[in-house]
């Protein structure tokens, strides 16, 4: 399935980012959904199997998130993170349905807890109003992490995906409320998208290929 799809992935997630140096343009937030997009459908045409309507949702709402914040009307962020938060508990929904606290990865589960709750607590005097909407993401995120890792089968792809998707989050965050990092949009997207095409093909890939 990775195989199958990088290509055509690639080629639509590299466009939006070798774009992002003109952005805003016409239609940028619809180039920005458009590998989303793709592992949408990726997600609907797999074989049925527990969670995949989860994993839809997660994927559509990550996408809802994408327009969100290349909209960029007044309020755009606090909607973006709202709709990136539902998607985050669909995520951790899909993932606990094979929930098994996994012993040999236990450094790796601390490791997830002690990241975002470092991030958190260092960037806490800068969020200004944001504290609690910020206090409630970084929850969903770590759990989505943690949510990964302790599976009963354990997925290598999937635990990849959601440490690309932590990494990516932690550059926007320090971007936009520590201080400005250079080629800060280039890294987020390059992590975002990885991340997500991680997480979908590593789950559909777990029931077979479609």
Same mark, same amino acid.
């Given at each position: 399935?990775?195989?199958?799809?990088?290509?055509?992935?690639?080629?639509?997630?590299?466009?939006?980012?070798?774009?992002?140096?003109?952005?805003?343009?016409?239609?940028?937030y619809a180039v920005k959904a458009l590998p989303i997009l793709l592992l949408l459908v990726i997600t609907l045409r797999s074989a049925p199997f527990r969670?995949?309507?989860?994993?839809?949702?997660?994927?559509?709402?990550?996408?809802?998130?994408? @327009?969100?914040?290349?909209?960029?009307?007044?309020?755009?962020?606090i909607a973006g993170l709202a709709s990136f938060l539902t998607a985050h508990v669909c995520y951790v929904i899909v993932f606990a349905l094979h929930l098994?606290?996994?012993?040999?990865?236990?450094?790796?589960?601390?490791?997830?807890?002690?990241?975002?709750?470092?991030?958190?607590?260092?960037?806490?005097?800068?969020?200004?109003?944001?504290?609690?909407?910020?206090?409630?993401?970084?929850?969903?995120?770590?759990?989505?992490?943690?949510?990964? @890792?302790?599976?009963?089968?354990?997925?290598?792809?999937?635990?990849?995906?959601?440490?690309?998707? @932590?990494?990516?989050?932690? @550059?926007?965050?320090?971007?936009?409320?520590?201080?400005?990092?250079?080629?800060?949009?280039?890294?987020?997207?390059?992590?975002?998208?990885?991340?997500?095409?991680?997480?979908?093909?590593?789950?559909?890939?777990?029931?077979?290929?479609?």
């Amino acid at each position: 399935m990775q195989n199958k799809w990088a290509l055509p992935f690639a080629i639509l997630a590299g466009i939006f980012i070798v774009s992002i140096r003109f952005t805003p343009y016409p239609l940028s937030y619809a180039v920005k959904a458009l590998p989303i997009l793709l592992l949408l459908v990726i997600t609907l045409r797999s074989a049925p199997f527990r969670g995949r309507l989860g994993l839809a949702a997660a994927v559509f709402f990550s996408g809802c998130g994408d @327009v969100i914040l290349d909209l960029n009307f007044k309020g755009a962020f606090i909607a973006g993170l709202a709709s990136f938060l539902t998607a985050h508990v669909c995520y951790v929904i899909v993932f606990a349905l094979h929930l098994e606290f996994q012993k040999k990865l236990l450094l790796v589960s601390l490791a997830g807890i002690a990241f975002p709750a470092a991030m958190a607590a260092f960037l806490w005097p800068h969020l200004g109003e944001l504290k609690l909407p910020v206090a409630v993401y970084v929850t969903a995120i770590a759990s989505m992490f943690l949510t990964s @890792v302790n599976r009963s089968n354990i997925n290598s792809s999937l635990i990849s995906g959601a440490m690309f998707f @932590v990494i990516s989050d932690s @550059v926007l965050a320090l971007n936009k409320f520590y201080a400005p990092i250079p080629a800060a949009r280039y890294a987020i997207m390059a992590t975002y998208y990885l991340a997500q095409y991680l997480i979908v093909t590593g789950l559909v890939d777990e029931q077979g290929e479609s």
